[in-house]
């Protein structure tokens, strides 16, 4: 599968990133691709081309493994891993539908307009039916006094 030119765009920011912060670290490819083998319990070091992939954004880490960079480079959880919609274990973030749609990075900005338009619809149209029903129901009936015996038969 090719990658669209809008995935592309983030993988290669994504790996700019990723090869600006081990620059700043003073990691070498080498010591990365062993870092995050070591946080995520591998027996090996990872190939330091894969790592060379990742900075040229050919490709991107698994979210394990971008987690575990983030980890070795001493950044906030999350930092790296939420361009690509990735969000550690620990982070306790509510994500709108809106955003999620948002963050989606396979969509056009296109496809997230049309896709969000629709959802405002479908939202609005479950509250008009919750409205609409609440005027049409039955007040619900008192609680029964405790102690009360129960109902035998149809109600």
Known sequence: MVP???TQATWKALGAAM???ATNADMTQDEVAAG????IGRDRPFDQAL??????GISIPLPDQLIAFEQLIGAEPGSYT???GYLPATAVATLTVPDAIAADIQLTPQQKALLTGQWETEVEKTL?????RALTDPAPRPPRPS???????PR
């Open 51 to 56: 790592v060379s992939k990742w900075y040229r």
């Open 128 to 132: 008009a039916r919750r409205r609409a």
């Open 19 to 21: 090869r600006e912060a």
């Open 82 to 84: 939420r361009h690509l």
């Open 4 to 6: 669209s030119m809008d």
């Open 147 to 153: 102690g009360a015996a129960p109902r035998r038969g």
């Open 36 to 39: 995050v083998a070591r946080i």
